[in-house]
Structure formats: structure tokens, C-alpha cells
């Protein structure tokens, strides 16, 4: 079917033109690189092939058709496609509630054995898939109005809480559960702006004690070792999955030099630099 009256579709003021609108798709040609800085929390979904990635401490991954998965925001990607790759992106604007009933914060409940974090796909079941094929044959008919989309995502919400068990939607979400959603996400969105605890704290507009209160009550750690860890992870990530040189790592991240530099890694990584980025290139020959 043809949408109908496509120039007043294109013309009004809510069709979407912005850079991250709440649901895009895009193609991949084989090895072809798709890197990015995730501003937002983010579902992907793999309608087609498989795409190799590598983000923050998970390296050399493989998501493949028929899969999702979750990219929590302030998290740097760099992929590449295997082969010919077709995804659709949901930027999630809502990270409190599946459904009006059920926050997701209430998943924490069903964390009865201790489980250990870790990279969580979710399998494309039949009613997502019916979901995502529906949606995709509307966007390529060019129904790309901001509403519509936010309906769609809303859409998605009550399908995982519909037809997902809620172990698998604690796994599957668990990089953005606290029992206070609302900082939580406030923190993970917005930790990378900032290079101390002050800033972050002045950034919540709390006093520093306040912020360091509830931090530590929300995430069981403090935000000095919460933000440390993130960095680690950060410069990991940039040492073993970007083209970027040691210099240029160091001087991002504020070391005064590189021999101060090599020891940061020799504490945190167990190597320095230059031995993890030639291991990586090894184990990619």
C-alpha cells in the first residue's frame, strides 16, 4: 500500500527529520563499520545477518538475526557487519515503566540467585516479530510521524511485559535497574560529562554529601569508584577496539604522561598499552 496524502505527511511539524529519532533502521553492507556514541539507552534489534561489536568491557561480540539487545547510554560502540545487515533501533525515553502496573524497578525482585551481570540478548519471539515487520513496512511507506513512534515504543514496553518471563527482562534490562530508576538514569545518562564526583553532583544539582549519599545507596558503591571503574572500562574499550593512538587515549584521559599512562594499565588491565592492542591484532590475524 501507498501512503496516502505523502506531501502533508512530509510537511507537518511532528514528521520525524531529527538525527536520533525514537526508531530508525538501517542497512549494512558486508564489513562495513558502524561506530557511534549511544546518547540514549537503546534497544537493536537484528532483523538480518550479525553484527560484530565491542563496547565499554565486552569485546569481540557477535549479535546475530533474530536477536536484541540493550545499549545502555553514554556507552561507545564500534561494529562491523559480517554481511549484508539490517537493524532497527528503539531509543527507549522511558526507562521507569513497562506499563503502568509495573515499574522496572520491580524486576529486582526476581533476583532470587545472586546472578552475575553480564551481556544479555533476547530472542526475537513471535510477537516481535510480528511487531517489527508491521513497523518496518510503515516506515519504508514513509509513516514517520514523532507520535507514531512514540506509540511504537510504548508498543514494545507492553509486549516484553506481555510475552518475556521477567527473569529474562531483569537480564535483558538489569544495566538500568536501581531502586531509584529516576537517579540511576540520571547517572548513567549523564556520567560521561563529567571528569569528578563534584562536577556529576553539581551536574544533579545536589550538594556533594547529598549526591554521595544517595549514590551510594542506589548503587551500593561510591560515585568516586563507581566513576573510576567507568573510566577503566572507557579506556579499555578505546586501547582495544578504536583506531585512536596510546598518545591520543593518554591525552583524552588526562594522563600527564605516558609513563603514567603505562602504569594506570599495569595496575588495572594487568598489561600495559601497547601489549593489549598487539595482543587484540594478533588474536584478529
Known sequence: MELLYAQEHLSCYNYEKSERPTIEKRILNKDQQWDFFSINNKVIFILKGSLDFSFGEFTNRTITEGKMMLLPSGSEIISCAKEECSILVVRLHNTKQLCDCFSLDKLLREDKNGFKPNLYFLDINERIESFVSFLDTCMHDGLKCTYYFELKAKEFYFLLRAYYTKIDLLCFFYPLLSND?????????????????????????????????????????????????????????????????????????????????????????????????????????
Open 181 to 285: 530508576i529516576s537517579f540511576s538514569d540520571f547517572v548513567i545518562r549523564n556520567h560521561y560529562k563529567a571528569k569528578t564526583v563534584q562536577e556529576l553532583a553539581d551536574l544533579s544539582h545536589y550538594s556533594l554529601s547529598g549526591f554521595q549519599k544517595r549514590f551510594k545507596k542506589v548503587f551500593g558503591v561510591s560515585a568516586y569508584h563507581w566513576m573510576k571503574d567507568e573510566r577503566s572500562k572507557a579506556i579499555y574499550h578505546q586501547i582495544n577496539s578504536t583506531e585512536k593512538s596510546l598518545k591520543e587515549i593518554s591525552d583524552e584521559y588526562g594522563f600527564s604522561s605516558p609513563s603514567h599512562f603505562n602504569d594506570f594499565c599495569k595496575i588495572h588491565f594487568g598489561s600495559t598499552p601497547g601489549r593489549i592492542r598487539s595482543k587484540k591484532n594478533t588474536t584478529q590475524e
